[in-house]
């Protein structure tokens, strides 16, 4: 039995080594796995980091349609950061490359490894601009202005 292709959102984000390269790498290695099209794709954005610290980040969203479930595509998007060097040695800690389920259909789910919505999103510019970008009406006019003192740049 083959699912029908849920609607995913998964924002992206890199600020060690060759940040634009790796964001755009990722959108490539995204658009190859199982399942999965990338339909949008947003612009690069350059956003200083946020609760976080080294150089400043590259940011995008892109949204894709994809059969897997959303366990799945975390656990697809976990393996794409750790063949992009990704280490976690703390919270927040910079990043070779940083993947988010941001939104997975209509879904709410709660689990110990994932949660979608995006607990987060709607605080930061980082999120919402390239979100608002590919797919106006996910965001609110008030979550966007509630952001609109953080420094973001469309590259």
């Known amino acids: 039995m083959t699912r029908e292709p849920v609607p995913a959102w ?3 984000g890199a600020n060690l080594g060759d940040a634009p390269q790796a964001v755009r790498d990722a959108i490539a290695a995204i658009a190859r796995l199982p399942g999965t099209t990338v339909e949008k794709q947003s612009s690069l954005y350059r956003t200083a980091p946020v609760e976080s ?4 980040y590259i940011n995008a ?4 349609a994809t059969t897997l479930t959303a366990p799945a595509l975390l656990a697809q998007l976990q393996a794409l950061e750790q063949a992009a060097g990704r280490e976690r040695p703390y919270r927040n800690a910079p990043r070779t490359l940083d993947l988010d389920i941001l939104l997975y259909g209509s ?5 110990a490894t994932l949660t979608v919505p995006h607990p987060r999103m709607h605080e930061r510019a980082f999120v919402l601009v390239p979100l608002a970008e590919i797919a106006p009406g996910l965001g609110t006019e008030e979550a966007l202005e509630s952001v609109a003192g953080q420094g973001i740049a469309r590259l």
């Open 61 to 64: 969203v892109v949204q894709v």
């Open 10 to 12: 998964v924002a992206l």
């Open 53 to 56: 610290s080294g150089p400043d």
């Open 107 to 111: 879904a709410r789910i709660s689990s």
